[in-house]
């Protein structure tokens, strides 16, 4: 069973910082892009960030200046550097090996007004 696991959510103050971090199987690491994902209560799923193989990367236009995606490949891991967050970041988020049905279990992030 394929299992990524994130951790590094919590609450924090608008204008604030959180690092989530990602420990991907080093199967599924080394052979997909990785995403970041989150959910806000009664909304879809929608993507945050990706980093590709390649290293290049892309964000929704709603993080871009403030989320950074970076990955560790000796440790297998992805990370999301979230600054400058606001009530609007609230969400569960998700880790995922982009297009395939590899997801973490999500780790709540909760931005207090």
């Known amino acids: 069973q394929v299992r990524l696991v994130e951790s590094g959510g919590g609450l924090v103050q608008t204008g604030g910082s959180l690092r989530l971090s990602c420990v991907v199987p080093?199967?599924?690491?080394?052979?997909?892009?990785m995403a970041w994902f989150r959910q806000a209560p009664g909304k879809e799923r929608e993507l945050v960030a990706h980093i590709r193989i390649t290293g290049s990367t892309y964000y929704a236009d709603s993080v871009k200046g403030r989320f950074t995606i970076s990955r560790d490949i000796a440790k297998s891991m992805v990370y999301l550097q979230m600054n400058s967050l606001n009530p609007e970041d609230t969400a569960d988020y998700y880790c995922?090996?982009?297009?395939?049905?590899?997801w973490g279990q999500g780790t709540q992030v909760t931005v207090s007004a």
């Open positions: 995922n090996a982009y297009g395939t049905p590899y």
């Open positions: 080093r199967n599924i690491f080394g052979s997909n892009s």
